[in-house]
C-alpha cells in the first residue's frame, strides 16, 4: 500500500510506502478510579468494554478483590489487563505459598506490580493500572502505575478514556484544589479533610454519570468495590447505556 | 471568485506533516434514516455529536430545512452537511421562484450530487433527503462523493448498521403514517443504544402528501439525565479576588426629566 | 590489540583476508511471521436464553471477494456441553479445530471419569483458547480469528469472545465481525441484560438468531445464504442443525425501484 505524504515544500509530494503490520494493541476504553479515606479505599470502573465504534460489553468487570484487601484494575487495553491482573493474583498466590499464608501488605504489592510492568520494558503492558486498599497504619491507601511500571502512592488518581473528565473534578472535590477559605481573598486554602464513604461514593458517582454524558467509551453501569477493616464489599449503579 | 476556497491546502497539509496535529471536524458519528410509507415519507436522526471520543454536543438537529416540504438528514462533517443544505435550498428557492412551481425532492437531488461531485468528496456531507412535491412522496441518499441510491427506507452514518439492521427486519409494504415513524424512531434507537458515535435523543420529520411537514423535535427523550447525588455550589468566596479594577467600557448618559414640571 | 569488540573471536583479517559479514548479520527479513487472513469465515453470532445457549455461523470461505468454499463447517462441537464458533482465517480455524480435538483426546484418554465430572466444560475450553489466542499475539504471531466460546456449565448458560488479539468479554449476546453490527442490535432487542436471559424462551431466541442470519445474508456481501445452527439446552443436550437457510425473504418492493434518482423506466 502506498500514501501521499506532503513534505516541507508541499508541490514536491512523495509516494511512500506504508508497511502494513501487524498491530498487538487495542483501545477497549472505560475509565477507573481511586480514591483513599482515612480508614478506607475504593476503587470504581465502568463496565462497558469497546472497541472503535461498538459496545462488546454492557458488564464485564475490570475492578477485583485480589485478597488481602487488596483491589486492583489495569484499564486500557483489556486482554494486557486481565493478563496482569491474573499475573498477580498468581504472584499473591506464590507469596501465600512462600511465606506462610503471611498477608501482603499493600506497599510491597505496590512494588511487585512494578517488576510485573517493568518486566515488559519493550513490548509493555498497554493499561494504567490502580491498586488500593490500607497501609499498614490502617489508613486508606492508593497506588497508580504507568504501563511500564513508574508508580506513586496518591489520595485520588483517575485512570483510563475518562481520567482526563474526571480528575480535574476530584482535585477540586477531594484535595480542595483551587478553592480557598472565604474572606481570606486567596490567601488561605482550603484545609484538606478526609471524605466519608457516604460522600465518596456520591463523588464517584457523580464523577461517572458526567464522564458519561461526555465520553463515548464511558457508560452503561458503575461498579465500586471499598475495601475497610472489615473487608471488601461492592456496589453497583446503572449508567447510561447511549 | 465562486466556489470554495482551496488557499489553505497546503499549509494545512505542511501542518498535518510537521506538527502531526490535524484541523479536526465535528461530528463523523451519527445514525439517520428514511422510511416511505403510504402517502408520505418520514425522516429521523439522533441528536449527539463528536469531536473524537469526546461528546461536542447532546441535543443538535440533524433535520435541516431545504424547502418546506423538503427535508434533510445530515450526516459526515457537520459544517458541510449544514452549509450545503442551506446553498442548496437557496438555489431551490430561487429556482421555484423563477418557475412559479413548488420545489421538487428531484430537484434538491440532483443540486446536491452535482455540487458534492464537484468537490470529489472533500465536501463530507451524506444526506438522506426526503420531501413531498407536486408528483408525490420522495426519499433518496446521497453520499459526499455525489452517488444517489432511491429505495423505500435508507439509513447513512456509523449507526447506519443497527439502524439498517431494524429496518430490514421489520420494514413492509404498506406501512401507515404512525408505524412509518415508529419504525423510523427505533431504527434511529438502535443506532442510540448501539453506535457509541450515536446518542441522546430521537428528532422526526413527517412529509405528508397534501399537509404542511411536521417537525416532531425531540420526539423520543430516553436518555434523561438522572439528577446529582450532591450540589456542588461553593460557598461565596471560595474564589478569592486577587484585584478588582471596573472599566467604563459604555458612555453612559443620564437624563431627567420631570414629567409634572412639563404638563 | 584491537579494540573493537565487532571483530573479537573472529579470524583475524590479516592471516584470513576480509571477514564475510554476511555470516554474522542477521538477514534484513530476520522471521516473517506477521500474515494477513487469505480464506476466511464471516460473522459467527450468539446469544443465551432461560435454558441454554445458541449459536450460528454460515458456510462459505471467501477468497477475498471470491466465493471460494461453500460448505465450511465453521461451528464445532467440544463433548457434549459446548460448542465453539470461529470466524476469520479458515487455515488458523482449521489448526484451532486441531487443538480443540487435542484437548479432547488429552482429557479421554485413560479417564473413566471423561464422560462425568471430569467432561471438559465451555470455561475450560475459553480459558484454553484465551490463552492460545494471548500467546499467539504476544509473539507477534497471531491466529487471524474472532471466536465464541458457546455452552451449558452448572446448569447456567456459558457464552464467552476471545479473538486474534487475546482480548475477551462475555455478554448475554455476541456476535463476531460484521454481526456485531449488524446481529447485535436485533439480538439485544431480546436480550440486553443478564436479567432479560431467563424471560427468553428457546423459540424465540431462536428467532432472534434466524433473522439476524437472514438480514446479515441481506448486507453482508461476504456471507452466505447456507448456514449451521447449534443449540445447547440443559434438557436437549446438544442439537446441531446443518444445511439450514435464510428463508422468507422480502423482495416483493425491488420491482418498483427504478434507477437511482430521476429515471422512470
Redesign the interface.
Known amino acids: 500500500m502506498a500514501s501521499t505524504?506532503?513534505?516541507?515544500y508541499?508541490n514536491e509530494v512523495k509516494n511512500v510506502p506504508i508497511e502494513h503490520q501487524f498491530n498487538p494493541y487495542s483501545d477497549n476504553g472505560g475509565t477507573i478510579l481511586g480514591i483513599a479515606g482515612e480508614d478506607f479505599a475504593v476503587i470504581a470502573g465502568d463496565t462497558r468494554n469497546?472497541t472503535?465504534?461498538?459496545?462488546n460489553s454492557r458488564y464485564q468487570p475490570k475492578v477485583f478483590d485480589c485478597g488481602d484487601n487488596i483491589l486492583f484494575s489495569a484499564n486500557g487495553f483489556s486482554a494486557d489487563g486481565d493478563a496482569l491482573v491474573k499475573r498477580f493474583q498468581n504472584s499473591l498466590k506464590w507469596y501465600h505459598f512462600d511465606h506462610n499464608d503471611k498477608k501482603l501488605s499493600l506497599k510491597s504489592a505496590a512494588r511487585n506490580i512494578q517488576h510485573l510492568l517493568y518486566g515488559k520494558r519493550f513490548f509493555p503492558y498497554y493499561v494504567h493500572t490502580i491498586i488500593a486498599g490500607l497501609d499498614e497504619e490502617g489508613k486508606g491507601a492508593v497506588f497508580s502505575f504507568d504501563p511500564v511500571g513508574s508508580y506513586e502512592r496518591s489520595q485520588c488518581i483517575a485512570g483510563g478514556?475518562g481520567a482526563s473528565i474526571i480528575m480535574p473534578f476530584l482535585d477540586n472535590?477531594v484535595d480542595f484544589k483551587?478553592?480557598?477559605?472565604?474572606?481570606?481573598?486567596?490567601?488561605e486554602r482550603?484545609k484538606a479533610q478526609y471524605l466519608t464513604v457516604d460522600e465518596v461514593?456520591?463523588?464517584v458517582?457523580?464523577a461517572f454519570?458526567s464522564a458519561t454524558?461526555?465520553?463515548?467509551?464511558v457508560g452503561d453501569g458503575l461498579e465500586i468495590l471499598i475495601a475497610t477493616k472489615d473487608g471488601v464489599r461492592t456496589e453497583y449503579f446503572p449508567l447510561?447505556?447511549? | 471568485m465562486a466556489g470554495l476556497s482551496f488557499d489553505n491546502y497546503?499549509r494545512n497539509?505542511?501542518l498535518?506533516?510537521?506538527t502531526n496535529t490535524k484541523a479536526q471536524a465535528t461530528s463523523t458519528?451519527t445514525t439517520i434514516v428514511g422510511v416511505k410509507y403510504d402517502g408520505g415519507v418520514v425522516i429521523a436522526a439522533d441528536t449527539?455529536s463528536?469531536q473524537g471520543?469526546?461528546?461536542a454536543n447532546?441535543n443538535c438537529a440533524k433535520l435541516h430545512k431545504m424547502a418546506p416540504k423538503i427535508w434533510c438528514a445530515g450526516a459526515g462533517t457537520a459544517a458541510d452537511t449544514e452549509e450545503v443544505t442551506k446553498l442548496i435550498g437557496s438555489n431551490l428557492e430561487l429556482h421555484s421562484l423563477y418557475t412559479s412551481r413548488e420545489p421538487r425532492v428531484?430537484a434538491a437531488?440532483?443540486m446536491l450530487?452535482q455540487h458534492l461531485f464537484k468537490y470529489q468528496g472533500h465536501v463530507g456531507a451524506y444526506l438522506i433527503v426526503a420531501g413531498v412535491d407536486p408528483t408525490g412522496a420522495h426519499l433518496?441518499s446521497i453520499h459526499a462523493h455525489g452517488?444517489?441510491?432511491?429505495?423505500?427506507y435508507q439509513s447513512l452514518g456509523?449507526g447506519s448498521?443497527?439502524a439498517?439492521?431494524?429496518l430490514?427486519?421489520k420494514?413492509?409494504?404498506g406501512l401507515t403514517r404512525e408505524e412509518a415513524i415508529e419504525l423510523a424512531a427505533d431504527a434511529i434507537e438502535?443506532g442510540?443504544?448501539?453506535?457509541?458515535?450515536?446518542?441522546?435523543n430521537v428528532d422526526v420529520c413527517v412529509m405528508e402528501i397534501g399537509k404542511d411537514a411536521q417537525y416532531l423535535r425531540n420526539y423520543r427523550t430516553?436518555?434523561v439525565?438522572?439528577p446529582?447525588?450532591?450540589s456542588?455550589k461553593?460557598?461565596?468566596?471560595?474564589?478569592?479576588?486577587?484585584s478588582e479594577r471596573v472599566l467604563d467600557i459604555c458612555q453612559v448618559e443620564e437624563q431627567t426629566v420631570d414629567i409634572e414640571l412639563e404638563a | 590489540m584491537n579494540h573493537d569488540p565487532f571483530q573479537w573471536g573472529r579470524p583475524s583479517d590479516a592471516h584470513y583476508g576480509n571477514y564475510n559479514k554476511k555470516i554474522a548479520e542477521a538477514s534484513p527479513y530476520p522471521k516473517m511471521n506477521t500474515q494477513q487472513p487469505i480464506v476466511t469465515g464471516t460473522s459467527v453470532i450468539s446469544m443465551k436464553y432461560d435454558n441454554g445457549v445458541i449459536i450460528a455461523a454460515d458456510n462459505l470461505g471467501s477468497y477475498g471477494s471470491l466465493l471460494r468454499f461453500n460448505d465450511i463447517e465453521r461451528l464445532f462441537p467440544v463433548g457434549k456441553n459446548t460448542v465453539v464458533g470461529i470466524s476469520g482465517d479458515i487455515s488458523d480455524m482449521q489448526h484451532l479445530e486441531y487443538l480443540l480435538e487435542d484437548i479432547q483426546t488429552e482429557n479421554n484418554y485413560d479417564n473413566q471419569y471423561a464422560n462425568e465430572e471430569e467432561a471438559l466444560k465451555p470455561s475450560y475450553v475459553f480459558e484454553y483458547l484465551s490463552n492460545v489466542m494471548y500467546n499467539r499475539r504476544s509473539k507477534m504471531n497471531p491466529l487471524w480469528n474472532a471466536i465464541i466460546v458457546a455452552g451449558i456449565e452448572d446448569g447456567k448458560p456459558f457464552l464467552s469472545y476471545v479473538n486474534l488479539l487475546g482480548v475477551t468479554y462475555s455478554s448475554p449476546s455476541l456476535a463476531t465481525g460484521?454481526g456485531a453490527?449488524?446481529?447485535?442490535?436485533?439480538l439485544?432487542?431480546v436480550v440486553?441484560d443478564e436479567s432479560d436471559v431467563e424471560k427468553t424462551s428457546i423459540e424465540s431466541a431462536k428467532a432472534a438468531i434466524i433473522?439476524?442470519m437472514?438480514?446479515l445474508f441481506?448486507?453482508d456481501a461476504r456471507s452466505s445464504r447456507k448456514y449451521s445452527l447449534a443449540i445447547v439446552d440443559k434438557d436437549e443436550g446438544l442439537i446441531f442443525e446443518k444445511g439450514l437457510q435464510v428463508e422468507n425473504m422480502?423482495w416483493?418492493?425491488a420491482k418498483d425501484?427504478?434507477?437511482?434518482?430521476?429515471q422512470k423506466v
Open positions: 505524504v506532503a513534505s516541507e508541499s469497546t472503535d465504534y461498538s459496545i478514556a472535590q483551587n478553592q480557598y477559605v472565604p474572606g481570606s481573598h486567596g490567601t482550603r461514593i456520591k463523588l458517582r457523580d454519570t454524558e461526555r465520553h463515548i467509551h447510561k447505556r447511549d | 497546503q497539509q505542511y498535518t506533516c510537521s458519528g449527539r463528536t471520543p469526546i461528546v447532546k428531484v437531488l440532483q450530487k433518496f452517488s444517489t441510491d432511491v429505495g423505500y456509523s448498521l443497527a439498517m439492521a431494524v430490514e427486519s420494514w413492509k409494504q438502535a442510540i443504544w448501539n453506535d457509541l458515535g450515536s446518542g441522546s430516553p436518555n439525565r438522572e446529582k447525588q450532591q456542588y461553593f460557598a461565596r468566596g471560595t474564589t478569592g479576588i486577587l | 460484521f453490527h449488524l446481529a447485535l442490535p436485533l439485544r432487542k440486553d433473522e439476524s437472514k438480514v441481506y448486507r422480502a416483493g418492493f425501484i427504478r434507477g437511482y434518482g430521476t
